[in-house]
């Protein structure tokens, strides 16, 4: 089992909608949960952070943690054509991160 | 000014060439990471150095070797290239602090 798992996407969605993007891992000590954003031909970049469980707001964006289920989400609010790229969850654990596979969104005018 | 910069951004070459690709970032992190990245976005780590020492190495063929002269540098050499080293190889850095990633353009290798 991979330590960490994203719902593959791709995504497409029109300008406006809520997106939801999710991901599960398999070890229960983990306390930071990462989301990085990477547009096309460019390097990810860090996008927001949790500890432990809960939620976090950032603007439009919303980092989501359930420990008891081991299951992180990524919310955008009211998408943008600007928010179109490949997001990635990261694990960060004995001095490296864990990356998720990636789901490419799609944000359509 | 750019925090982590890699050269080339573009690398198209044949096999069984060898090849360099170089690294270094001015945000006065420890760590420095090579990643490689596939068609299909995945993020997997290659290896991590910590103050030019190497700490992560993720069983990558010893085709692979990192060298970092300093903390602040660290470069890829490949040799004898294969068809399935075609991919974007990104570097990293880290404060170290919940060890968020700070990642380069990325270089992107076209292995023919």
């Known amino acids: 089992q991979k330590e960490v798992e994203q719902d593959p996407g791709p995504l497409s969605v029109p300008e406006g909608a809520i997106v939801s993007l999710n991901c599960t891992y398999s070890n229960s000590a983990f306390q930071y949960f990462m989301w990085y954003r990477q547009y096309s031909r460019k390097g990810p970049e860090l996008l927001m952070y949790t500890y432990s469980s809960g939620n976090k707001e950032d603007g439009r964006f919303t980092a989501q943690v359930d420990k008891s289920s081991k299951y992180i989400s990524l919310f955008i609010r009211d998408s943008q054509p600007s928010d179109s790229a490949t997001y990635l969850c990261?694990?960060?654990?004995?001095?490296?991160?864990?990356f998720g596979d990636g789901t490419t969104l799609t944000v359509k005018p | 000014d750019t925090a982590v910069s890699q050269t080339p951004k573009y690398l198209v070459t044949q096999m069984g060439n060898d090849k360099s690709i170089k690294c270094e970032q001015n945000l006065g992190h420890d760590t420095m990471y090579w990643y490689k990245q596939d068609s299909k976005k995945f993020l997997k780590i290659m290896f991590s150095?910590?103050?030019?020492?190497?700490?992560i190495n993720e069983t990558v063929p010893n085709r692979f070797s990192p060298k970092s002269p300093d903390k602040a540098h660290l470069n890829l050499h490949i040799n004898s290239l294969e068809l399935g080293d075609s991919a974007v190889y990104f570097c990293?850095?880290?404060?170290?602090?919940?060890?968020?990633?700070?990642f380069g353009a990325g270089t992107r290798l076209s292995v023919l």
């Open positions: 150095y910590n103050n030019k020492e190497l700490i």
């Open positions: 990293a850095s880290s404060p170290g602090q919940k060890n968020i990633q700070y």
């Open positions: 990261a694990i960060p654990s004995g001095g490296k991160s864990t």
